[in-house]
């Protein structure tokens, strides 16, 4: 089992970065698939950015494909997320998810992440 904690959200304007963190507890980061989501008020969890185990592979979402950036330092069981050039449709609540076993082919879809952090809050004013 692990326990995920993010941090790093806040309040910026249009155009600004944010560098998002999840720390990873009880368990290796190492041995989870790990992703971004995000939620707005009265919309639906959305894919945001996802990384294999080892770093090998990384998936975005077309909607901050080329803007955000998810990484990944095993040592310090910390997953991260670079956003630049934020826009107000960014604002959010992004959560941290991991899952051991997810297939490559799931790792968009949240009902295949069994670990969740509490969220972070992000806004971005124009």
């Known amino acids: 089992q692990v326990q995920l904690v993010e941090s790093g959200g806040g309040l910026v304007q249009a155009g600004d970065s944010l560098r998002l963190s999840c720390l990873a507890s009880?368990?290796?980061?190492?041995?989870?698939?790990m992703a971004w989501f995000r939620q707005a008020p009265g919309q639906e969890r959305e894919f945001v950015a996802a990384i294999s185990r080892a770093a090998i592979s990384t998936y975005y979402s077309d909607s901050v494909k080329g803007r955000f950036t998810i990484s990944r330092d095993n040592a310090k069981n910390t997953v991260s997320l670079q956003m630049n050039s934020l826009k107000p449709e960014d604002t959010a609540v992004y959560y941290c998810a991991a899952d051991s076993y997810i297939a490559a082919s799931s790792m968009r879809r949240s009902r295949g992440y069994a670990y969740w952090g509490q969220g972070t809050q992000v806004t971005v004013s124009s």
């Open positions: 009880g368990r290796t980061a190492s041995s989870y698939n």
